[in-house]
């Protein structure tokens, strides 16, 4: 069970947003999207989300055509964190969160609901905002809130063995530093307790390396390479592609790399 993109060729008037990228998620893992401004990566992201239709390749989603799914059947398995949600009218952050939980409305009771709701907000820390509106909330806030619906989607059912999809676009952007460690904790801690394949766009090469298991690196609108963390990011190859000096080392304590980038 799946969610894979075949030979995908994006291109909008003469503009080649993407050009034959090939790119499977796996349950129980993270995978990290990198790459420079423009490279397409959030073109991606929507293509394998449903939102944009490829002009050439195939979108599967347990082997079956992303198009041939019901709107709320595709909204069981996969859930969406934009780069940027417009919510103008007075929700509530708990009820934005809750939305999350609309394709299971009329197969949960309203406490498994509800509790996957808590359990969303708990992970992403804003408990404390539950009762605060929407359109009040700074711009950290608001993304920790659509981390949050996205999460509660994501949970799915209980004993559910169907595997989720979570596809996140730039979801540390605007946050301080803890909680974008704390953003990047609660996706990965939902890939491995509930075997759901995540995917995030990253530009932190640092918090890449942390969290995620597998990387793949887009420029251009092509996949340059994919694969295993570790393996995947090269200094060269990353110094290549963002144009700048790159290199790598060990933090001893923590057996994490390092990641420095000078001009």
Not at 238 to 246: E, H, M, P
Request: aromatic letters at 4%; charged letters at 20%.
């Amino acid at each position: 069970m799946t969610l894979k993109a075949t030979a995908i060729d994006v291109k909008i008037n003469s503009t080649k947003l993407l050009e034959d990228v090939s790119l499977e998620l796996t349950p129980g893992k993270l995978l990290g999207i990198l790459g420079p401004n423009g490279a397409g990566k959030s073109t991606l992201l929507k293509v394998l989300s449903g939102d944009l239709t490829p002009t050439n390749g195939t979108i599967t989603l347990d082997d079956s055509p992303l198009q041939k799914w019901e709107s709320i059947d595709l909204a069981r398995r996969r859930a969406v964190m934009p780069q940027a949600s417009q919510l103008a009218f007075p929700f509530s952050a708990r009820d934005v969160v809750g939305m999350g939980r609309w394709p299971y409305e009329k197969l949960c009771s309203p406490f498994i609901n509800r509790l996957a709701v808590e359990k969303a907000m708990s992970l992403t820390d804003i408990k404390h905002l539950a009762d605060r509106l929407y359109p009040v909330l700074s711009g950290g806030e608001k993304q920790r809130v659509q981390l949050a619906r996205a999460l509660t989607q994501s949970i799915g059912l209980t004993g559910d063995t169907e595997s989720k999809f979570l596809l996140l676009d730039e979801p540390t952007a605007g946050l301080d530093i803890a909680h974008q460690h704390a953003v990047l904790a609660a996706a990965r801690k939902q890939c491995k307790e509930r075997n759901t394949a995540g995917l995030a766009i990253l530009h932190d090469l640092n918090q890449a390396a942390q969290y995620c298991d597998f990387i793949a690196i887009i420029s251009n609108g092509t996949l340059i390479s994919s694969g295993p963390t570790l393996e995947v990011m090269d200094p060269e190859l990353l110094s290549d592609i963002f144009s700048c000096n790159i290199s790598r080392s060990l933090d001893i304590t923590s057996s994490t790399p390092v990641f420095l980038s000078s001009v």
